[in-house]
């Protein structure tokens, strides 16, 4: 498992550990490197331990020991308003016997610039998020995608070099979420700016950031930038986490350099890649993505492994189609194929052969 990638780190968390009670490790010996511009987001479920993260950045929550550093500095007893730090949380937290413009001239006003200064950098951040007409507005006549707007315009109004997001977009109806993932994106990247981003919707994880650090039992579980996340995860727990996946269960028969041969439970015999099991006779799983599969016999890559499948059911999902399986003994294996002029169709009880090329598959540890 990889912590770190990077030797110039912008924020550092160096052998971090928080408890609450004293006994029991929220975080557990983080060690983690963002670089200066780099947009990652701490991605596990509720307890993981990704917002502790982002909190003790903030200053909001001390660590129990080791050490964080921002641009080389430790900021470990550094208050909250001391750190330069913008900062986004899902409830918005905006004032709401305050104006927009008012809300957003706070953290100027503590910072003691001037009217004219305050003025000229008010209209800059609304003008980033489309929301220049609106200073003279309260809250409560906002929209939730306008407020979120505000929230995210109260962060960068003071020109951070790093801005946390916790949640920030957990509020609004998916459509709204969709299109603020690329707003907020399209501005990292026009910026310039850190941003560390939590989120548990891996969707949102996947589409916005330029890494990913999977946490689960308050640890790191993988770092990798999307793709590799995705297409090569480094454990079950990640494989299952990061989008929908199958996963097979079985035995270890042989093991040549990364090539693994896996005994199904059932018997059946595949071919995988060795990820993390290390001998011959250990319990694996195999990990498959359900869009890798193929049931046309012309569309079968070279070397594909074929085994007999049992159609449960599909699902009509628009651009696509899901169809639930029966293969190798488990009933919960997932096929997905786009929903394409002429496709074939399937329908509940039909037998049939599915295959996927072996690279495509990845022995990891057992569930």
């Not at 470990?76 to 899902?90: A, E, L, S, T, Y």
């Not at 299952?240 to 041969?261: P, R, V, Y």
Request: charged share 25%.
């Amino acid at each position: 498992m990889t912590t770190t990638t990077r030797d110039d780190g912008y924020v550092v968390f160096d052998r971090v550990q928080k408890s609450y009670d004293g006994q029991t490790l929220v975080v557990k010996d983080l060690n983690l490197s963002i670089g200066r511009g780099e947009f990652l987001t701490m991605l596990g479920p509720s307890g993981s331990g990704k917002t502790t993260c982002l909190m003790m950045l903030a200053g909001f929550e001390t660590a129990t020991s080791g050490q964080i550093l921002l641009d080389g500095r430790n900021i470990n007893d550094m208050p909250p308003h001391k750190r330069g730090i913008g900062m986004v949380f899902q409830s918005y937290a905006l004032f709401p016997h305050m104006t927009v413009g008012e809300n957003l001239a706070f953290p100027l006003e503590v910072r003691g610039m001037t009217k004219a200064e305050r003025e000229e950098r008010i209209a800059r951040a609304l003008d980033m998020v489309q929301m220049g007409a609106f200073a003279s507005r309260r809250p409560a006549q906002l929209s939730g995608g306008q407020q979120q707007r505000i929230a995210l315009a109260r962060a960068l109004v003071f020109d951070p070099k790093l801005v946390l997001m916790d949640e920030p977009l957990g509020a609004l109806d998916k459509q709204l979420r969709e299109h603020m993932q690329f707003e907020i994106k399209a501005l990292h990247e026009r910026l310039g700016i850190t941003v560390v981003y939590v989120t548990h919707d891996q969707g949102e994880a996947l589409t916005m950031s330029d890494r990913i650090a999977v946490f689960n039992d308050g640890r790191i579980q993988q770092l990798a930038p999307p793709a590799a996340l995705y297409e090569r995860p480094d454990n079950s727990f990640v494989a299952s986490f990061i989008g929908e996946n199958n996963a097979l269960g079985g035995t270890i028969a042989s093991l040549q350099g990364d090539k693994a041969t896996v005994r199904l439970f059932n018997g059946d015999v595949i071919d995988a890649t060795a990820v993390n099991v290390r001998e011959v006779g250990q319990q694996t799983t195999v990990s498959i993505r359900p869009e890798r599969i193929e049931f046309k016999p012309e569309m079968m890559p070279d070397g594909a492994h074929t085994l007999p499948a049992e159609v449960m059911d599909v699902v009509y999902m628009g651009d696509i189609l899901r169809a639930r399986l029966k293969v190798a003994g488990q009933d919960d294996f997932v096929m997905k194929f786009r929903n394409t002029l002429g496709q074939t169709r399937l329908n509940p009880g039909e037998q049939i052969r599915v295959g996927w090329h072996p690279q495509d598959a990845r022995a990891l540890d057992p569930v």
